[in-house]
């Protein structure tokens, strides 16, 4: 079983910066892709960024150009490095984690979650 553990989140005023991380634990399987979904209250859970092991990435629209995804293969553990923050980025932040095996079955993992608030 892999376990994810964020870290990073709080508070933080409009046009700040947070950093969050996640680390993969337990079964060490291959995590093909890792990233960050954020669920604002009363909404769904969307996708904020993707990375897959080789470097390939993926942004929701309303974080391009002011968040970035990386990952160290070797630790097994995502970033999330958040900048220009606006009080819609508001959330609670996911860790998330695929694996898809040689039979292309698809498994996913997730965090419990860091809350990230953006406010004066």
């Known amino acids: 079983q892999v376990q994810l553990v964020e870290s990073g989140g709080g508070l933080v005023q409009p046009g700040g910066s947070l950093r969050l991380s996640c680390a993969a634990s337990?079964?060490?399987?291959?995590?093909?892709?890792m990233g960050w979904y954020r669920q604002a209250p009363g909404r769904q859970r969307d996708m904020v960024a993707l990375?897959?092991?080789?470097?390939?990435?993926n942004y929701a629209d309303s974080v391009k150009g002011r968040f970035t995804v990386s990952r160290d293969n070797a630790k097994n553990t995502v970033y999330l490095q958040m900048n220009s923050l606006k009080p819609e980025d508001t959330a609670v932040y996911y860790c998330?984690?695929?694996?898809?095996?040689?039979?292309?079955?698809?498994?996913?993992?997730w965090g419990r979650g860091t809350q990230v608030t953006v406010s004066s």
């Open positions: 998330y984690g695929r694996r898809t095996t040689t039979s292309n079955l698809t498994y996913t993992y």
């Open positions: 337990g079964s060490m399987v291959r995590l093909d892709a």
């Open positions: 990375i897959t092991t080789s470097g390939a990435t």
